[in-house]
């Protein structure tokens, strides 16, 4: 199986801060990597798919980054709708697997 | 705007098997992949199974010998049944349709549309 792994599991964030949460893969994925936000009670939504592809309906405020290991997503000015937890997600192995989260909270 | 719900027992017994079925509207399922994902505090979120519009299979290896996914296109609905029920199952367990876009000659999958999810514990 491919690990993801994201860091930090959660920090704290004020309204206009730049977020940058960052997920590493166990092994070259290419660019098969999409980004999920996913708010309490609620199913994870799209938000980036091929590492920096923008879901349609998804602000320019949220930013996807990276190949093979690395990547990043990139919230430029926190919103208030923002704070949710986020979830990287491979593709490049059709065992499709997700990192652990990152919970952004509200400083 | 596609709609997924799931609809299943909230409750198993350890060792029986349980039975979720997605209804999908705002769309047809004569077209790409659906899956089943889960999510616990434990394991996180888990991709369990896909299944294609042609009924082509696919299982996440650590679940494949419980796990079985099908198709019902006279319905427009998807369903799962997992056997063997324990209480390291206990979820919610979602249902997502798979996209497929090409971006600079390759094709890309991602979870695009996901149903709200439905708690499953087990115990008894």
């Known amino acids: 199986d491919i690990q993801m792994t994201q860091s930090p599991s959660s920090l704290s964030a004020s309204v206009g801060d730049r977020v940058t949460i960052t997920c590493r893969a166990s092994q070259s994925i290419g660019n098969f990597l999409n980004w999920y936000q996913q708010k309490p009670g609620k199913a994870p939504n799209l938000l980036i798919y091929?590492?920096?592809s923008l879901q349609s309906g998804v602000p320019s405020r949220i930013n996807g980054s990276g190949s093979g290991t690395d990547f990043t997503l990139t919230i430029s000015s926190l919103q208030a709708e923002d704070f949710a937890t986020y979830y990287c997600q491979q593709s490049y192995s059709t065992l499709f697997t997700f990192g652990g989260g990152t919970k952004v909270e509200i400083k | 705007q596609m709609q997924m719900q799931e609809s299943g027992p909230g409750l198993v017994k350890p060792s029986e098997t349980l039975s979720l079925t997605c209804s999908v509207s705002g769309g047809s399922i004569s077209s790409h992949y659906w899956s089943w994902i889960r999510q616990s505090p434990g394991r996180g979120l888990e991709w369990i199974a896909s299944?294609?519009?042609?009924?082509?299979?696919n299982y996440n290896p650590s679940l494949k010998s419980r796990v079985t996914i099908l198709l019902d296109t006279s319905k427009n609905q998807f369903s799962l049944k997992l056997r063997s029920m324990t209480a390291a199952d206990t979820a919610v367990y979602c249902c997502a349709r798979v996209q497929e876009s090409a971006v600079e000659g390759n094709n890309f999958y991602y979870f695009d549309h996901w149903g709200q999810g439905t708690l499953v514990t087990v115990s008894s």
């Open positions: 299944v294609s519009y042609s009924g082509t299979t």
């Open positions: 091929a590492a920096s």
